[in-house]
């Protein structure tokens, strides 16, 4: 009966939008009872624009936004996706961009007409030796309203920043509160800044935030709660999640998001909608329960 079962469960999934790797998905998903999960992508859009450049002395918005595009148009996080977008919206000219290297989780940096120019949050920054402090009271105004900020820096001086906004899925207030009814403890991990990570965790009545991780702090935190006792399902959706994905009892991975995050996780969520992760929760339930 045990196959038997695990099989009609893994159909029934593949129905509600849930794709299960292997029966031991299926299986352990029942048995978790704290669901960690990643912030940008997979409780927002990961889509997201720029709605503020505030460029310092010496620079235009457009003169800014043309250097980040030139760096972010070889990136792969969707924060550059956002800055490349902007600058096309404007119809900017933007140039080409050379020695492109990024840091996981931190920001991106490249060399542009001769210029050494880096992007990124103030931690990158404060590993290039640039300071962030005339820039220090926007930000935290964006922060505060659940925006992310970038700072730009051309020639190790600070040039001005980008405020960008990523909307909460309109399908993820439900899901968290289904999903909280079913039991769980919900704790959220985000490489993002803690004020932008505690606004957008208020709106959903998240308590439990870590913010400013970088992917090997998001496995750790998996780590530890599972030290704590706890059986951890982990949800997210980027690069920067597989070392958690891998750790946790269950990895669930948006079928929205990246390859290697989907590769390191047991369950898919194909469209990327977490409601789909409730109903996944009812079938593992059920499946058990039969072959019990
Ligand atoms: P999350 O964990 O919420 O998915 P990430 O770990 O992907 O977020 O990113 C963490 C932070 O690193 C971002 O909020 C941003 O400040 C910075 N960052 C990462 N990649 C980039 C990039 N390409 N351009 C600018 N900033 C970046
Ligand atoms: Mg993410």
């Known amino acids: 009966a045990t196959p038997m079962s695990i099989m009609v469960g893994s159909g029934k999934g593949a129905g509600v939008g849930v794709l299960f ?9 029942e048995r978790v009872d704290t669901l960690v999960i990643d912030k940008t992508g997979t409780l927002t859009e990961g889509r997201p624009r720029v709605v503020a450049i505030e460029p310092l002395a010496g620079h235009s918005a457009e003169s800014l936004l043309n250097l980040a595009a030139a760096v972010e148009r070889a990136s792969e996080h969707p924060l550059g996706a956002a800055v490349v977008g902007e600058a096309e919206r404007r119809g900017l000219d ?3 961009a050379e020695g492109f290297d990024s840091v996981s989780g931190e920001g991106v940096v490249a060399r542009v007409e001769g210029r050494d120019v880096v992007l990124g949050n103030a931690r990158r920054l404060a590993a290039a030796e640039v300071a962030v402090e005339p820039l220090q009271a926007w930000a935290e105004h964006a922060r505060d309203q659940a925006q992310t900020v970038i700072f ?7 040039a001005g920043a980008m405020a960008i ?8 207030a439900e899901a968290v509160d289904l999903l909280r009814a079913q039991g769980l403890e919900l704790v959220m991990l985000t490489g993002d800044g803690r004020r932008t990570a505690e606004a957008v965790a208020r709106t959903l009545g998240i308590d439990h935030v870590e913010a400013e991780l970088l992917p090997a702090d998001k496995a750790a935190v998996v780590a530890r709660l599972q030290g704590e006792g706890r059986r951890v399902a982990m949800a997210g959706d980027g690069i920067n999640d597989a ?10 991975a948006m079928g929205s998001g990246t390859d290697v995050a989907v590769e390191s996780a047991g369950v898919t969520l194909v469209k990327g909608d977490l409601r789909a992760l409730v109903r996944a929760r009812r079938l593992s339930v059920a499946v058990m329960r039969n072959i019990r």
Do not use: C, N, Q, Y
């Open 165 to 172: 906004a990523d909307p909460i899925k309109s399908t993820t």
């Open 94 to 96: 933007v140039p080409a």
């Open 243 to 252: 070392p958690a994905l891998a750790r946790a009892e269950v990895g669930i």
């Open 21 to 29: 790797r292997d029966a031991e998905a299926l299986e352990r998903l």
């Open 152 to 158: 730009v820096a051309v020639d190790g001086v600070l």
